[in-house]
């Protein structure tokens, strides 16, 4: 078994720049960032390599916003990972000796790993957790739709970003590290298909759902006779009076299936789902689109093509 978790001394201590609150411990060759004031230089502490998958323990909890993982694969933990924060890099972590009464008196360098059951994160090749996964696209989402400047990148005219500069953004606002592999993994694994590459894989966009003025090259398309929407029964009287309206985004979003249309309408409350006559909005002049990811797009859906009969009835049972 690696040695996941070793007894360590403090080697020496560093201010970072501009940080108020954290520091830079040494650690046998190594660095991680601290809390300023956590240590002294000479310090036993236990020290966590990159890559340690902690068990859920309350001494723990602290970690649990940025660490925690549940996934099919290794369970339920905290991961440590290296991160990039202040423009220093640090690589796993330490902590005070004090929280660890099962470890006194144990020699510089001893093993603690097996006692302290920590295990190795490892995930089949290839492969990210459904925490990562999501985390990662929800932030591309906001980024690739709606605040490009969040990641400090632009996008062109078509909503194309390039994937190099997405990357270093990313990792600079997120203090993470993430690799072209990661972002082409969420983009191939996402349940909604929200991104695209373009053919050489250097530029990336989102397919949809945009608040920033870009043209994404929908093309028209006619749509199915009916589509849905969904949404919370507290909008219903503002839909009565003014349709289905795009907000912020640049496009009302319809789906061609129920189910679809009920998952989107649950994020904001008890679903109620409408239904939309869209053959007739089409054959009156209204201009539809279809996405790369299958989301029907319309500007606006005026209060007179939605079947407001049939709403009472589509009050779904969560």
Not at 62 to 82: A, P, Q, S, V, W
Not at 95 to 103: C, G, N, T
Not at 233 to 243: E, F, L, P, V, W
Not at 296 to 316: G, Q, R
Request: overall charge positive; some cysteine.
């Amino acid at each position: 078994m690696q040695n996941l978790a070793t007894i360590q001394k403090i080697l020496y201590i560093k201010s970072i720049e501009g940080a108020d609150v954290i520091e830079l411990v040494s650690i046998n060759e190594k660095q991680c960032i601290a809390k300023k004031g956590e240590f002294k230089t000479g310090d036993h502490c236990v020290y966590f390599e990159a890559g340690s998958f902690l068990p859920i323990e309350e001494r723990y909890e602290f970690l649990r916003r940025n660490t925690y993982r549940d996934n099919k694969f290794m369970g339920t933990g905290f991961l440590i990972k290296t991160i990039n924060m202040r423009g220093e890099t640090s690589q796993g972590l330490a902590l005070p000796i004090r929280m660890f009464p099962e470890v006194v008196g144990r020699a510089i360098g001893e093993d603690v790993t097996e006692l302290l059951n920590v295990r190795k994160y490892e995930l089949p090749f290839g492969a990210m957790d459904e925490y990562e996964t999501k985390t990662i696209s929800k932030y591309m989402s906001l980024v690739l739709r709606h605040r490009p400047k969040a990641a400090y990148i632009t996008l062109d005219k078509n909503g194309w970003a390039d994937v190099s500069s997405l990357i270093e953004g990313l990792n600079r606002s997120r203090r993470v590290s993430l690799t072209f592999e990661d972002i082409k993994y969420v983009v191939e694994n996402n349940d909604k298909k929200r991104y695209s590459f373009n053919d050489d894989l250097t530029k990336i966009r989102a397919n949809q759902g945009h608040s920033v003025k870009v043209d994404v090259e929908l093309k028209e398309s006619q749509p199915p006779t009916i589509l849905y929407h969904g949404t919370a029964g507290r909008y219903i009287g503002s839909i009565i009076r003014d349709g289905l309206k795009a907000k912020k985004r640049l496009h009302v979003h319809l789906s061609s299936d129920k189910n679809t249309a009920i998952k989107v309408g649950r994020r904001h409350g008890k679903p109620v789902i409408l239904i939309i006559d869209s053959v007739k909005m089409y054959t009156e002049g209204y201009k539809f689109y279809l996405s790369e990811n299958g989301v029907w797009l319309t500007e606006h859906v005026p209060a007179k093509y939605l079947m407001f009969n049939d709403v009472i009835s589509e009050y779904c049972e969560m």
